[in-house]
Protein backbone atom coordinates (compact mmCIF):
# COMPACT_ATOMS: atom_id res chain seq x y z
CA UNK A 1 0.00 0.00 0.00
CA UNK A 2 1.04 3.75 -0.93
CA UNK A 3 0.76 4.35 2.95
CA UNK A 4 3.29 1.85 3.80
CA UNK A 5 5.88 3.40 1.91
CA UNK A 6 6.00 7.16 2.20
CA UNK A 7 8.78 7.44 -0.58
CA UNK A 8 6.12 6.18 -3.00
CA UNK A 9 3.70 9.41 -1.52
CA UNK A 10 6.52 12.40 -2.51
CA UNK A 11 6.79 10.27 -5.73
CA UNK A 12 3.53 10.27 -6.64
CA UNK A 13 3.12 13.59 -5.63
CA UNK A 14 6.36 14.75 -7.87
CA UNK A 15 4.71 12.84 -11.10
CA UNK A 16 0.98 14.99 -10.32
CA UNK A 17 3.11 18.28 -9.92
CA UNK A 18 4.94 17.30 -13.29
CA UNK A 19 2.00 16.49 -14.82
CA UNK A 20 -0.20 19.79 -13.34
CA UNK A 21 3.04 21.82 -14.88
CA UNK A 22 3.26 19.82 -18.10
CA UNK A 23 -0.45 20.72 -18.41
CA UNK A 24 0.09 24.37 -17.77
CA UNK A 25 3.08 24.40 -20.33
CA UNK A 26 1.01 23.30 -23.21
CA UNK A 27 -1.66 25.31 -21.99
CA UNK A 28 0.54 28.57 -22.40
CA UNK A 29 2.27 27.07 -25.83
CA UNK A 30 -1.13 26.86 -27.24
CA UNK A 31 -1.90 30.63 -25.67
CA UNK A 32 1.13 31.62 -27.23
CA UNK A 33 -0.18 30.76 -30.52
CA UNK A 34 -2.97 31.69 -30.38
CA UNK A 35 -1.82 35.27 -29.26
CA UNK A 36 0.41 35.56 -32.37
CA UNK A 37 -2.15 34.14 -35.07
CA UNK A 38 -4.48 36.68 -33.72
CA UNK A 39 -1.42 39.25 -34.82
CA UNK A 40 -1.03 37.84 -37.66
CA UNK A 41 -4.15 38.06 -38.62
CA UNK A 42 -4.95 41.94 -37.66
CA UNK A 43 -1.72 42.87 -39.53
CA UNK A 44 -2.32 41.05 -42.57
CA UNK A 45 -6.45 42.88 -42.25
CA UNK A 46 -4.57 46.04 -41.96
CA UNK A 47 -2.14 45.83 -44.64
CA UNK A 48 -4.84 44.44 -46.98
CA UNK A 49 -6.68 47.61 -45.96
CA UNK A 50 -4.00 49.92 -46.37
CA UNK A 51 -3.03 48.58 -49.80
CA UNK A 52 -6.88 48.11 -51.22
CA UNK A 53 -6.63 52.57 -49.96
CA UNK A 54 -3.95 53.10 -51.68
CA UNK A 55 -4.29 51.38 -54.50
CA UNK A 56 -7.58 52.79 -55.17
CA UNK A 57 -5.97 56.21 -54.74
CA UNK A 58 -3.16 55.92 -56.76
CA UNK A 59 -6.25 54.52 -59.68
CA UNK A 60 -7.96 57.52 -59.21
CA UNK A 61 -5.25 59.97 -59.62
CA UNK A 62 -3.69 57.87 -62.73
CA UNK A 63 -7.04 57.98 -64.32
CA UNK A 64 -6.91 61.94 -64.25
CA UNK A 65 -3.35 62.03 -65.49
CA UNK A 66 -4.74 59.78 -68.35
CA UNK A 67 -7.76 61.88 -68.99
CA UNK A 68 -5.01 64.29 -69.16
CA UNK A 69 -3.63 62.97 -72.27
CA UNK A 70 -6.49 61.80 -73.76
CA UNK A 71 -7.75 65.39 -73.93
CA UNK A 72 -4.89 66.43 -75.39
CA UNK A 73 -5.20 64.02 -78.59
CA UNK A 74 -8.55 65.68 -79.43
CA UNK A 75 -8.89 68.09 -82.04
CA UNK A 76 -10.12 71.52 -80.87
CA UNK A 77 -8.70 71.06 -77.09
CA UNK A 78 -5.85 73.49 -77.24
CA UNK A 79 -7.65 75.84 -79.57
CA UNK A 80 -10.49 76.22 -77.03
CA UNK A 81 -10.64 79.47 -74.38
CA UNK A 82 -8.34 78.67 -71.57
CA UNK A 83 -11.24 78.57 -68.98
CA UNK A 84 -13.19 76.17 -70.97
CA UNK A 85 -9.62 74.32 -71.10
CA UNK A 86 -8.70 73.70 -68.01
CA UNK A 87 -11.40 72.12 -67.70
CA UNK A 88 -11.44 69.52 -70.03
CA UNK A 89 -8.28 68.83 -69.29
CA UNK A 90 -8.67 68.84 -65.79
CA UNK A 91 -10.91 67.00 -63.84
CA UNK A 92 -12.38 67.97 -60.05
CA UNK A 93 -10.32 64.63 -58.55
CA UNK A 94 -7.10 66.72 -59.04
CA UNK A 95 -8.46 69.30 -56.49
CA UNK A 96 -9.41 67.01 -53.55
CA UNK A 97 -7.27 66.74 -50.23
CA UNK A 98 -3.42 66.01 -50.69
CA UNK A 99 -3.58 66.36 -54.13
CA UNK A 100 -0.95 68.92 -55.70
CA UNK A 101 -0.99 70.32 -59.12
CA UNK A 102 -1.08 68.53 -62.38
CA UNK A 103 1.36 70.00 -65.06
CA UNK A 104 1.64 69.05 -68.58
CA UNK A 105 5.23 69.10 -69.76
CA UNK A 106 6.51 69.60 -73.26
CA UNK A 107 10.01 67.49 -74.78
CA UNK A 108 11.96 69.99 -73.00
CA UNK A 109 10.63 69.47 -69.49
CA UNK A 110 8.93 73.04 -69.43
CA UNK A 111 5.33 74.03 -68.26
CA UNK A 112 3.01 73.97 -70.85
CA UNK A 113 0.02 73.78 -68.68
CA UNK A 114 -0.75 73.84 -64.90
CA UNK A 115 -4.27 72.75 -63.16
CA UNK A 116 -4.07 75.48 -60.65
CA UNK A 117 -3.49 78.47 -62.80
CA UNK A 118 -3.11 79.97 -66.12
CA UNK A 119 -1.12 81.29 -67.72
CA UNK A 120 1.09 78.04 -66.17
CA UNK A 121 3.71 79.15 -63.17
CA UNK A 122 6.91 79.06 -65.01
CA UNK A 123 9.20 76.28 -64.63
CA UNK A 124 11.72 73.87 -65.94
CA UNK A 125 11.82 70.48 -64.70
CA UNK A 126 13.69 68.68 -67.44
CA UNK A 127 16.21 67.30 -64.88
CA UNK A 128 13.53 65.84 -62.24
CA UNK A 129 12.91 61.80 -62.26
CA UNK A 130 9.53 61.68 -63.37
CA UNK A 131 10.50 63.56 -66.31
CA UNK A 132 13.88 61.90 -66.99
CA UNK A 133 12.54 58.38 -66.91
CA UNK A 134 9.18 58.38 -68.93
CA UNK A 135 11.53 60.75 -71.83
CA UNK A 136 14.20 57.31 -71.50
CA UNK A 137 11.74 54.10 -70.95
CA UNK A 138 9.21 54.69 -73.96
CA UNK A 139 6.98 52.17 -72.33
CA UNK A 140 7.79 53.51 -68.62
CA UNK A 141 3.57 53.37 -67.81
CA UNK A 142 3.03 55.08 -64.30
CA UNK A 143 6.04 56.19 -63.05
CA UNK A 144 6.14 57.06 -59.23
CA UNK A 145 8.92 59.47 -58.11
CA UNK A 146 11.35 60.27 -55.41
CA UNK A 147 9.68 62.15 -52.49
CA UNK A 148 10.79 65.99 -52.60
CA UNK A 149 9.36 68.94 -51.41
CA UNK A 150 9.05 72.15 -53.73
CA UNK A 151 8.96 74.47 -50.95
CA UNK A 152 11.88 72.70 -48.94
CA UNK A 153 9.55 72.33 -46.07
CA UNK A 154 9.22 69.14 -44.14
CA UNK A 155 5.48 69.61 -44.07
CA UNK A 156 5.83 69.71 -47.93
CA UNK A 157 6.75 66.28 -48.50
CA UNK A 158 5.49 64.77 -51.93
CA UNK A 159 5.87 62.37 -54.49
CA UNK A 160 5.06 62.74 -58.62
CA UNK A 161 2.63 60.02 -60.60
CA UNK A 162 4.29 61.16 -64.68
CA UNK A 163 2.98 59.43 -67.65
CA UNK A 164 4.46 59.87 -70.97
CA UNK A 165 3.22 62.23 -73.47
CA UNK A 166 3.40 60.25 -77.37
CA UNK A 167 3.37 61.98 -80.49
CA UNK A 168 1.48 60.81 -83.90
CA UNK A 169 4.91 59.52 -84.63
CA UNK A 170 5.72 57.86 -81.31
CA UNK A 171 8.48 60.28 -80.24
CA UNK A 172 8.84 61.61 -77.36
CA UNK A 173 6.00 65.08 -76.82
CA UNK A 174 6.68 65.66 -72.82
CA UNK A 175 5.42 64.28 -69.55
CA UNK A 176 2.04 64.59 -68.08
CA UNK A 177 2.65 64.60 -63.86
CA UNK A 178 0.68 65.40 -60.79
CA UNK A 179 1.75 65.47 -56.88
CA UNK A 180 0.72 63.76 -53.98
CA UNK A 181 1.40 64.66 -50.68
CA UNK A 182 3.08 62.18 -48.06
CA UNK A 183 0.41 63.96 -45.63
CA UNK A 184 -2.09 61.28 -47.02
CA UNK A 185 0.26 58.25 -46.58
CA UNK A 186 0.45 59.35 -42.76
CA UNK A 187 -2.76 60.33 -41.99
CA UNK A 188 -3.87 56.84 -43.09
CA UNK A 189 -0.91 55.15 -41.28
CA UNK A 190 -1.80 56.77 -37.92
CA UNK A 191 -5.06 55.72 -38.30
CA UNK A 192 -4.46 52.11 -37.52
CA UNK A 193 -4.12 50.22 -34.67
CA UNK A 194 -0.71 48.42 -34.27
CA UNK A 195 0.57 48.64 -30.65
CA UNK A 196 3.04 51.34 -28.85
CA UNK A 197 5.86 49.66 -30.71
CA UNK A 198 3.96 48.46 -34.30
CA UNK A 199 5.26 49.73 -37.33
CA UNK A 200 4.23 50.71 -40.84
CA UNK A 201 6.21 51.08 -43.96
CA UNK A 202 5.33 52.43 -47.51
CA UNK A 203 8.40 52.13 -49.91
CA UNK A 204 9.21 52.25 -53.62
CA UNK A 205 10.61 48.81 -55.33
CA UNK A 206 13.92 50.43 -55.62
CA UNK A 207 14.09 50.45 -51.74
CA UNK A 208 13.44 54.25 -51.36
CA UNK A 209 11.89 55.00 -48.20
CA UNK A 210 8.26 57.09 -49.09
CA UNK A 211 6.49 56.68 -45.18
CA UNK A 212 7.18 54.99 -42.10
CA UNK A 213 5.36 54.80 -38.50
CA UNK A 214 6.39 56.06 -36.05
CA UNK A 215 7.18 59.05 -38.46
CA UNK A 216 10.42 60.60 -38.59
CA UNK A 217 11.36 63.08 -41.39
CA UNK A 218 14.71 61.89 -41.47
CA UNK A 219 13.63 58.43 -42.59
CA UNK A 220 11.84 59.73 -45.51
CA UNK A 221 13.80 59.46 -48.74
CA UNK A 222 16.39 56.84 -47.14
CA UNK A 223 17.58 53.42 -49.49
CA UNK A 224 16.50 50.06 -47.49
CA UNK A 225 18.27 48.45 -50.32
CA UNK A 226 20.80 45.58 -48.54
CA UNK A 227 19.15 45.10 -45.35
CA UNK A 228 17.62 42.09 -44.14
CA UNK A 229 14.07 43.02 -44.22
CA UNK A 230 13.89 44.67 -47.67
CA UNK A 231 15.74 41.77 -49.06
CA UNK A 232 12.92 39.65 -48.03
CA UNK A 233 10.00 41.73 -49.38
CA UNK A 234 11.46 41.65 -52.71
CA UNK A 235 11.77 38.05 -52.96
CA UNK A 236 8.03 37.49 -52.97
CA UNK A 237 4.91 39.22 -53.73
CA UNK A 238 3.53 38.80 -49.98
CA UNK A 239 4.39 37.21 -47.38
CA UNK A 240 5.17 37.04 -42.94
CA UNK A 241 8.77 36.64 -41.22
CA UNK A 242 10.31 37.77 -37.86
CA UNK A 243 12.87 39.92 -38.38
CA UNK A 244 15.19 43.22 -36.26
CA UNK A 245 14.33 46.79 -38.21
CA UNK A 246 17.50 48.10 -39.50
CA UNK A 247 15.92 51.43 -38.70
CA UNK A 248 15.05 51.23 -34.67
CA UNK A 249 16.16 47.34 -34.19
CA UNK A 250 12.74 46.29 -32.49
CA UNK A 251 12.20 43.00 -32.91
CA UNK A 252 8.66 42.64 -34.93
CA UNK A 253 6.10 39.94 -37.31
CA UNK A 254 6.47 41.23 -40.50
CA UNK A 255 3.52 40.87 -43.08
CA UNK A 256 4.42 42.56 -46.48
CA UNK A 257 2.81 42.65 -50.15
CA UNK A 258 3.22 44.27 -53.42
CA UNK A 259 0.77 47.41 -54.02
CA UNK A 260 -1.38 45.82 -56.94
CA UNK A 261 0.36 47.01 -60.01
CA UNK A 262 2.53 50.00 -58.81
CA UNK A 263 5.84 49.81 -57.75
CA UNK A 264 4.98 50.21 -54.02
CA UNK A 265 5.75 47.60 -51.00
CA UNK A 266 3.83 48.19 -47.90
CA UNK A 267 4.44 46.24 -44.84
CA UNK A 268 2.92 46.26 -41.21
CA UNK A 269 4.69 44.84 -38.75
CA UNK A 270 3.86 44.38 -34.68
CA UNK A 271 6.09 44.35 -32.46
CA UNK A 272 6.95 40.93 -30.85
CA UNK A 273 7.17 42.75 -27.19
CA UNK A 274 3.39 44.18 -27.93
CA UNK A 275 2.16 40.48 -29.26
CA UNK A 276 2.99 38.83 -26.20
CA UNK A 277 2.78 41.49 -23.53
CA UNK A 278 -0.58 40.32 -22.70
CA UNK A 279 -0.01 36.71 -23.06
CA UNK A 280 3.15 37.17 -20.52
CA UNK A 281 0.87 39.32 -18.13
CA UNK A 282 -1.47 35.65 -18.04
CA UNK A 283 1.64 33.28 -18.66
CA UNK A 284 2.88 35.23 -15.02
CA UNK A 285 -0.43 34.47 -13.37
CA UNK A 286 -1.17 31.06 -14.33
CA UNK A 287 2.53 29.95 -13.97
CA UNK A 288 2.81 31.29 -10.20
CA UNK A 289 -0.44 29.79 -9.49
CA UNK A 290 0.40 26.36 -10.82
CA UNK A 291 3.64 26.64 -9.01
CA UNK A 292 2.61 27.51 -5.45
CA UNK A 293 0.10 24.47 -6.66
CA UNK A 294 2.78 22.05 -7.12
CA UNK A 295 4.90 23.43 -4.29
CA UNK A 296 1.79 22.74 -1.90
CA UNK A 297 1.32 18.90 -3.59
CA UNK A 298 4.92 18.17 -2.70
CA UNK A 299 4.94 19.86 0.54
CA UNK A 300 2.07 18.27 1.61
CA UNK A 301 3.07 15.09 0.38
CA UNK A 302 6.62 15.66 2.02
CA UNK A 303 4.84 16.54 5.57
CA UNK A 304 2.42 13.41 5.09
CA UNK A 305 5.77 10.97 4.15
CA UNK A 306 7.06 12.67 6.96
CA UNK A 307 3.91 11.71 9.61
CA UNK A 308 3.75 8.25 7.62
CA UNK A 309 7.55 7.44 8.65
CA UNK A 310 6.50 8.79 12.12
CA UNK A 311 3.74 6.84 12.55
CA UNK A 312 5.70 3.29 10.74
CA UNK A 313 8.65 3.80 13.34
CA UNK A 314 6.29 4.28 16.04
CA UNK A 315 4.24 1.27 14.98
CA UNK A 316 8.23 -0.40 14.61
CA UNK A 317 8.39 0.68 18.00
CA UNK A 318 5.36 -0.39 19.73
CA UNK A 319 5.92 -3.66 17.80
CA UNK A 320 9.76 -4.01 19.00
CA UNK A 321 7.68 -3.36 22.73
CA UNK A 322 5.49 -5.94 22.51
CA UNK A 323 8.30 -8.36 21.46
CA UNK A 324 10.50 -7.12 24.15
CA UNK A 325 10.89 -7.95 27.33
CA UNK A 326 10.55 -4.24 29.34
CA UNK A 327 13.42 -5.32 31.68
CA UNK A 328 16.04 -7.26 30.42
CA UNK A 329 15.85 -6.24 26.32
CA UNK A 330 15.40 -9.28 25.49
CA UNK A 331 12.86 -10.54 23.70
CA UNK A 332 9.70 -11.55 25.10
CA UNK A 333 8.30 -15.39 25.47
CA UNK A 334 5.46 -14.68 22.77
CA UNK A 335 8.92 -13.31 20.06
CA UNK A 336 10.30 -16.47 21.25
CA UNK A 337 8.11 -18.64 20.22
CA UNK A 338 7.69 -17.15 16.69
CA UNK A 339 10.97 -17.18 16.32
CA UNK A 340 11.08 -20.97 17.54
CA UNK A 341 7.87 -21.97 15.05
CA UNK A 342 9.44 -20.41 12.11
CA UNK A 343 13.01 -22.05 12.45
CA UNK A 344 11.81 -25.24 13.71
CA UNK A 345 9.67 -25.23 9.65
CA UNK A 346 13.21 -24.41 7.98
CA UNK A 347 14.93 -27.34 9.82
CA UNK A 348 12.27 -30.03 9.37
CA UNK A 349 12.80 -28.69 5.80
CA UNK A 350 16.19 -29.02 5.21
CA UNK A 351 17.04 -31.98 7.92
CA UNK A 352 18.86 -29.04 10.09
CA UNK A 353 19.63 -29.60 13.48
CA UNK A 354 17.61 -27.24 16.32
CA UNK A 355 18.85 -26.74 20.00
CA UNK A 356 16.85 -25.24 22.52
CA UNK A 357 18.19 -23.69 26.06
CA UNK A 358 16.03 -22.97 28.79
CA UNK A 359 17.90 -21.14 31.72
CA UNK A 360 16.27 -20.91 35.25
CA UNK A 361 17.75 -18.23 38.28
CA UNK A 362 18.51 -20.60 41.37
CA UNK A 363 16.67 -19.70 44.25
CA UNK A 364 15.64 -16.69 42.97
CA UNK A 365 12.18 -16.55 45.63
CA UNK A 366 14.89 -16.54 48.54
CA UNK A 367 17.25 -13.69 46.45
CA UNK A 368 14.15 -11.84 46.69
CA UNK A 369 13.29 -12.14 50.16
CA UNK A 370 16.19 -11.31 51.27
CA UNK A 371 17.40 -8.52 49.13
CA UNK A 372 14.49 -6.84 47.39
CA UNK A 373 12.63 -6.87 44.60
CA UNK A 374 14.68 -4.42 43.12
CA UNK A 375 17.70 -6.10 43.61
CA UNK A 376 15.95 -9.12 42.15
CA UNK A 377 15.47 -7.23 38.93
CA UNK A 378 18.69 -5.80 38.91
CA UNK A 379 19.84 -9.31 39.16
CA UNK A 380 17.77 -10.39 36.44
CA UNK A 381 19.07 -7.43 33.89
CA UNK A 382 22.30 -8.93 34.66
CA UNK A 383 21.74 -12.59 33.91
CA UNK A 384 19.47 -11.41 30.76
CA UNK A 385 23.12 -9.48 29.64
CA UNK A 386 25.17 -13.25 30.14
CA UNK A 387 22.77 -14.58 28.09
CA UNK A 388 22.73 -12.13 25.25
CA UNK A 389 27.08 -11.70 25.01
CA UNK A 390 27.35 -15.70 24.65
CA UNK A 391 24.08 -15.87 21.71
CA UNK A 392 26.09 -13.39 19.20
CA UNK A 393 25.08 -15.34 15.70
CA UNK A 394 22.44 -13.47 13.74
CA UNK A 395 20.20 -16.20 13.78
CA UNK A 396 20.28 -16.59 17.35
CA UNK A 397 17.14 -15.86 19.87
CA UNK A 398 17.56 -15.14 23.61
CA UNK A 399 14.37 -14.45 25.29
CA UNK A 400 12.83 -13.57 29.17
CA UNK A 401 10.25 -17.05 29.34
CA UNK A 402 8.73 -15.61 32.24
CA UNK A 403 9.91 -14.44 35.79
CA UNK A 404 13.21 -15.59 36.39
CA UNK A 405 13.40 -18.32 33.07
CA UNK A 406 14.86 -17.51 30.38
CA UNK A 407 15.27 -19.33 27.05
CA UNK A 408 17.44 -19.63 24.33
CA UNK A 409 17.13 -20.87 20.65
CA UNK A 410 19.92 -21.61 18.53
CA UNK A 411 19.40 -22.86 14.79
CA UNK A 412 21.62 -25.24 12.81
CA UNK A 413 23.25 -25.99 16.66
CA UNK A 414 23.67 -29.20 17.70
CA UNK A 415 23.85 -31.32 20.98
CA UNK A 416 27.24 -30.61 21.48
CA UNK A 417 27.45 -26.75 20.66
CA UNK A 418 24.49 -26.23 23.02
CA UNK A 419 25.86 -27.54 25.66
CA UNK A 420 28.69 -25.45 25.08
CA UNK A 421 26.85 -22.25 24.76
CA UNK A 422 24.48 -23.38 28.14
CA UNK A 423 28.23 -23.76 30.18
CA UNK A 424 29.35 -20.65 28.77
CA UNK A 425 26.24 -18.41 30.01
CA UNK A 426 26.44 -20.66 33.01
CA UNK A 427 30.12 -20.23 34.32
CA UNK A 428 29.17 -16.22 32.98
CA UNK A 429 26.41 -15.64 35.54
CA UNK A 430 28.39 -17.50 38.23
CA UNK A 431 31.36 -14.98 37.40
CA UNK A 432 28.99 -11.68 38.28
CA UNK A 433 29.72 -12.83 41.83
CA UNK A 434 26.65 -10.96 42.70
CA UNK A 435 25.96 -12.36 46.76
CA UNK A 436 23.19 -14.85 47.46
CA UNK A 437 23.59 -15.98 50.79
CA UNK A 438 20.80 -18.68 50.74
CA UNK A 439 22.33 -20.54 47.59
CA UNK A 440 24.59 -23.28 48.28
CA UNK A 441 27.29 -21.46 46.45
CA UNK A 442 26.66 -17.98 47.84
CA UNK A 443 26.43 -16.27 44.83
CA UNK A 444 23.80 -16.05 42.30
CA UNK A 445 23.82 -18.99 39.82
CA UNK A 446 21.24 -20.44 37.06
CA UNK A 447 20.65 -24.24 36.35
CA UNK A 448 20.21 -24.36 32.03
CA UNK A 449 18.30 -27.79 30.16
CA UNK A 450 19.31 -28.13 27.05
CA UNK A 451 17.27 -30.09 24.41
CA UNK A 452 18.84 -30.35 20.35
CA UNK A 453 16.52 -32.09 17.46
CA UNK A 454 17.40 -33.05 14.40
CA UNK A 455 15.55 -35.57 12.11
CA UNK A 456 12.27 -36.88 13.34
CA UNK A 457 13.16 -36.87 17.26
CA UNK A 458 10.28 -34.79 18.27
CA UNK A 459 6.99 -34.37 16.97
CA UNK A 460 6.89 -30.72 17.47
CA UNK A 461 8.30 -27.53 18.25
CA UNK A 462 6.34 -27.80 21.74
CA UNK A 463 7.64 -31.11 22.50
CA UNK A 464 11.50 -29.46 21.81
CA UNK A 465 10.86 -27.55 24.49
CA UNK A 466 8.95 -29.94 26.98
CA UNK A 467 12.24 -31.78 26.61
CA UNK A 468 14.52 -28.56 27.56
CA UNK A 469 12.43 -28.24 30.08
CA UNK A 470 12.26 -31.66 31.57
CA UNK A 471 16.04 -30.85 31.26
CA UNK A 472 16.27 -27.99 33.15
CA UNK A 473 13.96 -29.41 36.08
CA UNK A 474 16.67 -32.79 36.47
CA UNK A 475 19.65 -29.93 36.54
CA UNK A 476 17.32 -28.59 39.44
CA UNK A 477 17.54 -32.01 41.04
CA UNK A 478 20.75 -32.67 40.37
CA UNK A 479 21.71 -30.09 42.94
CA UNK A 480 21.57 -26.23 40.62
CA UNK A 481 23.88 -24.28 39.14
CA UNK A 482 24.69 -26.94 36.05
CA UNK A 483 23.88 -27.21 32.39
CA UNK A 484 22.08 -30.57 31.98
CA UNK A 485 20.81 -32.18 27.85
CA UNK A 486 17.83 -33.68 26.97
CA UNK A 487 18.62 -37.82 28.08
CA UNK A 488 17.54 -38.94 24.35
CA UNK A 489 19.15 -36.30 22.66
CA UNK A 490 22.33 -36.93 24.79
CA UNK A 491 21.62 -40.76 24.29
CA UNK A 492 21.56 -40.76 20.33
CA UNK A 493 24.65 -38.24 20.66
CA UNK A 494 27.26 -40.40 22.03
CA UNK A 495 25.66 -43.19 24.36
CA UNK A 496 25.01 -41.36 27.21
CA UNK A 497 28.35 -40.18 27.99
CA UNK A 498 28.16 -36.26 27.80
CA UNK A 499 24.95 -36.41 30.17
CA UNK A 500 26.92 -38.51 32.65
CA UNK A 501 29.69 -36.35 32.74
CA UNK A 502 27.43 -33.05 32.88
CA UNK A 503 26.01 -34.85 35.89
CA UNK A 504 29.01 -35.48 37.82
CA UNK A 505 31.07 -31.63 36.76
CA UNK A 506 29.04 -29.01 37.20
CA UNK A 507 31.51 -26.79 35.15
CA UNK A 508 32.10 -29.21 32.29
CA UNK A 509 33.09 -27.77 29.14
CA UNK A 510 30.93 -28.45 25.83
CA UNK A 511 32.36 -28.80 22.60
CA UNK A 512 32.69 -25.89 19.86
CA UNK A 513 29.59 -25.00 17.47
Not at 434 to 461: D, E, I, N, P, W
Not at 496 to 503: I, K
Request: charged share 25%.
Amino acid sequence: MVTRRPNAVIGISIVLAGAILAIAVALLAQMRMDALRRAQDAIFNVSLLVERDVSRNLEIYDLSLRAVIDGLKQPGVLELPPQIRQMVLFDGSISAKDMGSVFVLDEHGDVRFDSREWPPRPAHLADRDFFTAQRDAPDRGLYISHPFSPSGKEEDLRIALSRRIARPDGGFGGVVVGTLRLTYFHRLFDGMKLGPSGSMALMLSDGTMLMRRPYEAKTIGINLTGTANFSRFVQRPSGDFYGTAAIDHVERWYAFRHIDIYPLILDVALSTNDIYIEWRRRAWIIGTLIAALDVTIITLAILFAQQLRRRRAAEEELRELARTDGLTGLNNRRAFEEHLNAEWRRAQRNDRPLSVLLIDVDNFKGFNDLYGHSAGDEALVGVGRCIAQNVRRPGDTAARYGGEEFAVLLPDTDAAGALQIGEQIRAAVQALQCRHVASAHHVLTVSVGVATAQGAGFASSRALVDAADHALYRAKDAGRNRVLADEEAVDAADGGEAADRALSTPDTEGRTR
